[in-house]
C-alpha cells in the first residue's frame, strides 16, 4: 500500500518552462488536495478536487492547473514557471474524516 | 469562507512538561471536522488527532488531547511529557462536511522547540 505517492521529489525549471507535478494515491479517495507551502508559513490551498472529472479553485490557483480524469491521479500543472513558484508542493488524499500527505515536491524557478 | 487562525507562531517547552497550542476558527457550519497535523523537519505531514464537532467529548490519543470550545470555536491541543521528537511544526485545520465546504483549510502553523 504505497499511499500518496509525489513525483518528482526535487526539480530546477528556468522562469517560462512548464512541468507537472504528478501525484497518485491507491486508496480510492474521492478527495485530494494540492498545497503550496513557502518557507516558515502553512500551506496554502491550489486546487482541490471531490472526485473523478471536478475540480475547484483553491485560495492561490492563478499560474497552475489541475485535471482529474481518473479516482487515482491529480496532476499539478505550471505553465510560464515564475520565481514566485518557488515553494514545497504537497499533495494530499482522504476521506471526510482524515487525510494523507504525500512527501512532497521541492520545485526552484531560476 | 472558513478560516483557521493560530496566534502563536513559536512555543518552547522543556522535555516531560506539559504544553499547549492554541487554535480558533471562524465557520458557520454546525458540523465539522478540526485536525492537528505535525510536521517535522522531513517535511512529512503527520496527522496528530482529529476532533469531530458532533462529538462533545474531547479526542485523546496517547499523550495528545484536544480542548474543544464549539461555542467559542476554539481547539487547542495539550502535549503532556513533552518529547524530544514532539519538536516539529504544528498545524491546525479545518474540513467542512456540507457540500461545497470540502476544502481542507490550514492555519499558520506553529513552531514546538523542546528543550532537553
Known amino acids: 500500500n504505497a499511499g500518496v505517492t509525489q513525483t518528482p521529489k526535487f526539480r530546477i525549471l528556468k522562469i517560462g518552462q512548464s512541468m507537472t507535478l504528478q501525484c497518485t494515491q491507491d486508496m480510492n479517495h474521492n478527495y485530494m488536495y494540492w498545497y503550496r507551502q513557502d518557507p516558515g508559513m502553512g500551506l496554502k490551498l491550489i486546487y482541490y478536487s471531490v472526485g473523478a472529472g471536478i475540480t475547484d479553485k483553491g485560495e492561490v490557483p492563478n499560474g497552475y492547473n489541475v485535471s482529474r480524469s481518473t479516482t487515482e491521479d491529480f496532476p499539478l500543472r505550471l505553465e510560464l514557471a515564475a520565481p514566485s513558484q518557488t515553494s514545497v508542493y504537497f499533495c494530499a488524499s482522504g476521506l471526510v474524516y482524515g487525510y494523507t500527505f504525500g512527501s512532497g515536491t521541492r520545485l526552484t524557478v531560476v | 469562507a472558513q478560516t483557521v487562525t493560530q496566534s502563536q507562531p513559536e512555543m518552547s517547552v522543556q522535555e516531560a512538561e506539559t504544553v499547549t497550542l492554541s487554535c480558533t476558527y471562524d465557520t458557520s457550519e454546525s458540523d465539522y471536522y478540526l485536525f492537528w497535523y505535525k510536521q517535522p523537519p522531513s517535511r512529512q505531514m503527520i496527522l496528530v488527532i482529529r476532533q469531530e464537532a458532533y462529538k462533545q467529548q474531547n479526542a485523546t490519543e496517547n499523550r495528545f488531547s484536544v480542548n474543544f470550545q464549539k461555542a467559542a470555536k476554539s481547539f487547542s491541543l495539550k502535549i503532556s511529557d513533552s518529547q524530544l521528537g514532539d519538536a516539529a511544526m504544528y498545524f491546525c485545520?479545518?474540513?467542512?462536511?456540507?457540500?461545497?465546504?470540502?476544502?481542507?483549510?490550514f492555519g499558520k502553523g506553529m513552531k514546538l522547540t523542546v528543550n532537553p
Open positions: 485545520a479545518y474540513r467542512g462536511i456540507q457540500g461545497g465546504s470540502e476544502k481542507l483549510v
